[in-house]
């Protein structure tokens, strides 16, 4: 069984920068895609960041581009998201999910995901 357990998340000011982790267990965590989504309060869950299984590939969302950096530590079964510079609109719940396939991770229907950790960014 796929388990996901996130954290590292915070309260933090506007300008700070928070380190999220994504412990993996159950699975052959070298064969995965690894992402990370987040939701806000009255929102719908949005795409933040993805790395394929080799971690040679990455993917961003505009919104946190030059922000944000995905990696993923194998020896650790850990996938990790440094954000830097932050800002109030990143507070969100962070949620890492998990799927064979890089695309359906970005796409949003990762079959494997965390129960998220809240990351709050006060002005």
């Known amino acids: 069984q796929v388990q996901l357990v996130e954290s590292g998340g915070g309260l933090v000011q506007a300008g700070g920068s928070l380190r999220l982790s994504c412990a993996a267990s159950?699975?052959?965590?070298?064969?995965?895609?690894m992402g990370w989504f987040r939701q806000a309060p009255g929102k719908e869950r949005e795409f933040v960041a993805a790395i394929s299984w080799s971690g040679i590939s990455t993917s961003y969302a505009d919104s946190v581009k030059g922000r944000f950096t995905i990696s993923r530590d194998i020896t650790k079964n850990t996938v990790y998201l440094e954000m830097n510079s932050l800002k109030p609109e990143d507070t969100a719940v962070y949620h890492c999910?998990?799927?064979?396939?890089?695309?359906?991770?970005?796409?949003?229907?990762?079959?494997?995901w965390g129960q998220g950790t809240q990351v709050t960014v006060s002005s």
């Open positions: 999910a998990a799927d064979e396939k890089v695309s359906t991770v970005v796409g949003g229907t990762a079959k494997s």
């Open positions: 159950g699975w052959t965590f070298s064969s995965y895609a």
